[in-house]
């Protein structure tokens, strides 16, 4: 079945730094891919997606490049603010609109 | 994209009670899923609930302890039966859209039980 790995956290940095957050898919057939985010007190809001491979998504920042032969979305961002502390959740769609999520990932950004 | 409400926002609960979670979204849609995510943890899919059909409940939950209604396209509820403090957790409504660019699931804010 289909199954999302991602690294787990806290992942602490300071502001301006460069973060990554890795991310594996298994799936079968051709799922799109996402990054949710999860700021304290409140529910999962779509970060960005990508409907196949080397398709490349982008928000607020944030990027993430779908990688077929490596099975992998990473989230990535230049410099992080105070503000994007939170809980990153990686997700790909199944069938029936089933999607599955990886386990979460806590950025924690120090001033 | 879609805009979900639920209601309660929040609630503490009694050991033993029932509650019932409302979720309104803004435009018709098929497919909508209840997700609970319990303190810390990643969601677990409880149930599909599909307009026009019964709900199909995943491994682990069944109706009696959490029925779900679908009466229209843009409603729907989840129940927690009989509460306990392993209850304690958020509950999200979802919904699934797509299009040319495929299917995205869009969250509410969740309901953020406590029980006591």
């Known amino acids: 079945g289909n199954s999302v790995t991602q690294m787990e956290g806290p992942v602490t940095l300071s502001e301006e730094a460069f973060l990554t957050i890795n991310c594996t898919y298994t799936?079968?057939?051709?799922?799109?891919l996402f990054w949710y985010v999860q700021y304290p007190g409140e529910g999962l809001q779509l970060l960005l997606k990508?409907?196949?491979?080397?398709d490349k998504g982008s928000n607020k920042g944030f990027e993430a490049t779908y990688r077929k032969e490596t099975t992998s979305f990473h989230l990535e961002k230049g410099s992080v603010q105070v503000s994007d502390s939170a809980v990153y959740f990686c997700a790909l769609s199944g069938s029936w609109g089933k999607f599955q999520f990886g386990a979460g990932t806590q950025v924690v950004v120090t001033p | 994209s879609a805009v979900i409400s639920q209601k309660p926002s929040r609630d503490i609960c009694q050991r033993g009670t029932s509650l019932t979670i409302q979720c309104q979204v803004d435009?018709?849609?098929?497919?909508m899923f209840w997700y609970r995510q319990q303190p810390g943890q990643s969601l677990t899919l409880i149930a599909t609930?599909?307009?026009?059909?019964?709900?199909?409940?995943e491994s682990g939950f069944v109706i009696d302890k959490f029925p779900i209604s679908r009466p229209n396209l843009t409603f729907s509820t989840l129940t927690v039966s009989n509460m306990s403090p392993e209850d304690s957790s958020i509950y999200l409504c979802s919904v699934v859209t797509g299009g040319i660019s495929g299917n995205t699931i869009y969250f509410g804010e969740g309901s953020w039980l406590t029980v006591v």
């Open positions: 799936a079968t057939g051709y799922p799109s």
């Open positions: 435009s018709q849609v098929t497919m």
């Open positions: 609930a599909n307009q026009g059909s019964e709900a199909t409940y």
């Open positions: 990508a409907t196949k491979a080397d």
